[in-house]
C-alpha cells in the first residue's frame, strides 16, 4: 500500500465547533442547485459549505455556490481531478478547524427537513464514541428495475440466487455487517433512531472532523477512482474511521436517489462497470481490518465471492445470449483476475500523479464567501 497523504499542519479555514458539509461536483451545476436549495430548509444548516468543483473550467458549480440561499460562508475550491475520493480528501482539508464534516453527494434531494440534525446528533453524545453516521437512502428507479439489471444476484422474485448463498458470506455476516468481499448487510429496524453498522453510504456521510486523519484518504483509493474503477471508497474511508469509534446508520434520517443523471464516479458501461466491480473489491479486501492486514480467512473469502460472482454471471449471460450479460461476464472475470493477480496499487494504477503535489496547488486555489442573508426555515 502507498503512503497516505500528509496533510497540513496550519487550518485552511478556521471555525472551531461549527459544522461543514462537503458537496463533491462534477458537471451538474442543475442538480446542485436543489441539493443546496434542500440545505437552506434544514432545521440545523452548515457554517461552513465546501464546494469541490471538478469541472472548474466551466465555471457552472461555482456560481451556484455563490448564489446559494444558505446564510454561511462558501467555500470554492477547484480540483485539479474529476474524482470523488480525492475531492473528499480536499473537502476534508479544507474544513480543518470545523467540528463536525457532512459529507453529501450532488445528485441528492434532502425532502426530510430535520435530516441534517439527525445526521449529526450522535455525533455530540457523550456517553458513546461515534466516529460516523449515515442515513437511508431511497433509490426508487434502481429498486425497481434491480431484477433487469445484469449484475443483480436475485431471481426474478427478489430473492438470492443460489450460487450467492452458496460462495457469499452473507448469510453468516450479522444485520449492519460487511463481508471481506465487500458486500454490505443492511441493519434491521427494531424502533431505534439508530442501528450499529460497519460501513456507511457514501452519498451521505457525518463524522467528527478530527476522527478523520491523512490515513484515511489513499492514494490507492485515488488511483483506482482515476480510472474509473472507484467503486466502494466510502466503505474504505468509513472502515478507517469506524477504528475510532461507532459507525451508526440513522433510520430516522433519509435522502433520496432520484438517479436524475448517470453516474460520474465510474464508468457505466456494462463491461467496464463490471471490471471495477470486481477490481474495487480486492482494494477493499486490502482494507477490511482497516491498518491491519487481511487475515487468510479474509483473501478466501474475497476468492470465494469471485469464483461464485463469475459463475453467476456466466451462467446467465451464455442462458440468454444477449450481448450486455456477456460483457458484464466477460468485464467482471477480467476485473476478478487481475484483483486475484494484482494489488491495486496506486504506482502501478495511475503512474506518474504525485497526488501530494497536485492537492496543495488545488487547495491554494480556494475562494470563500462571505454569509449571506437568508430567511430562517
Not at 492514494?219 to 483506482?224: G, S
Request: hydrophobic fraction near 40%; charge should be positive; include cysteine.
Amino acid at each position: 500500500m502507498t503512503a497516505p497523504i500528509l496533510a497540513n499542519r496550519k487550518p485552511l479555514l478556521s471555525r472551531e465547533g461549527s459544522l461543514a458539509v462537503c458537496v463533491p461536483t462534477y458537471r451538474r451545476p442543475q442538480l446542485l442547485k436543489l441539493l443546496l436549495d434542500d440545505l437552506a430548509r434544514q432545521t440545523l444548516r452548515p457554517e461552513l459549505l465546501i464546494v469541490v468543483d471538478g469541472d472548474p473550467v466551466s465555471g457552472e458549480a461555482r456560481h451556484v455556490a455563490y448564489s446559494s440561499r444558505l446564510p454561511c460562508r462558501v467555500a470554492y475550491l477547484p480540483s485539479n481531478h474529476a474524482n470523488l475520493p480525492y475531492q473528499r480528501y480536499l473537502g476534508w482539508r479544507a474544513a480543518a478547524g470545523c467540528r463536525w464534516l457532512v459529507y453529501l453527494d450532488d445528485d441528492l434531494r434532502i425532502t426530510q427537513t430535520e435530516c441534517i440534525e439527525r445526521l449529526v446528533q450522535p455525533l455530540q453524545w457523550r456517553n458513546r464514541r461515534v466516529a460516523g453516521v449515515t442515513a437511508r437512502i431511497v433509490f426508487p428507479r434502481k429498486e425497481q428495475n434491480a431484477p433487469s439489471l445484469p449484475g443483480c444476484a436475485c431471481d426474478r422474485r427478489g430473492r438470492a440466487s443460489w450460487l450467492v448463498r452458496w460462495f457469499g458470506a452473507g448469510g453468516r455476516t450479522p444485520a449492519g455487517g460487511l463481508t471481506p468481499a465487500g458486500n454490505r448487510k443492511r441493519p434491521i429496524c427494531n424502533g431505534d433512531d439508530y442501528a450499529a453498522v460497519n460501513w456507511l453510504h457514501g452519498g451521505v456521510m457525518a463524522f467528527p472532523h478530527e476522527v478523520l486523519d491523512a490515513n484515511c484518504f489513499s492514494e490507492d483509493v485515488f488511483a483506482l477512482a482515476e480510472t474509473g474503477c472507484g467503486l466502494g471508497e466510502d466503505t474504505i474511508l468509513s472502515r478507517k474511521a469506524g477504528e475510532r469509534g461507532e459507525l451508526l446508520f440513522a433510520f430516522c434520517a433519509g435522502v433520496e436517489h432520484p438517479h436524475a443523471d448517470t453516474p460520474k464516479a465510474y464508468a457505466v458501461g456494462n463491461f467496464q462497470l463490471a471490471y471495477a466491480t470486481a477490481l474495487s473489491r480486492r482494494l477493499i479486501n486490502d482494507n477490511y481490518r482497516a491498518s491491519e492486514r487481511p487475515t487468510l480467512a479474509d483473501r478466501l473469502s474475497l476468492l470465494r465471492s469471485y469464483a461464485g460472482n463469475t459463475l453467476l454471471h456466466w451462467s446467465r449471460a451464455i442462458g440468454s445470449l444477449e450481448r450486455r450479460r456477456l460483457d458484464h461476464a466477460l468485464g467482471y472475470s477480467l476485473g476478478a483476475l487481475r484483483g486475484v493477480l494484482q494489488e491495486p496499487a496506486a504506482h502501478r494504477i495511475a503512474p506518474g500523479i504525485d497526488w501530494r503535489l497536485d492537492a496543495e496547488e488545488a487547495l491554494r486555489l480556494v475562494e470563500e464567501r462571505k454569509p449571506a442573508t437568508c430567511p430562517q426555515p
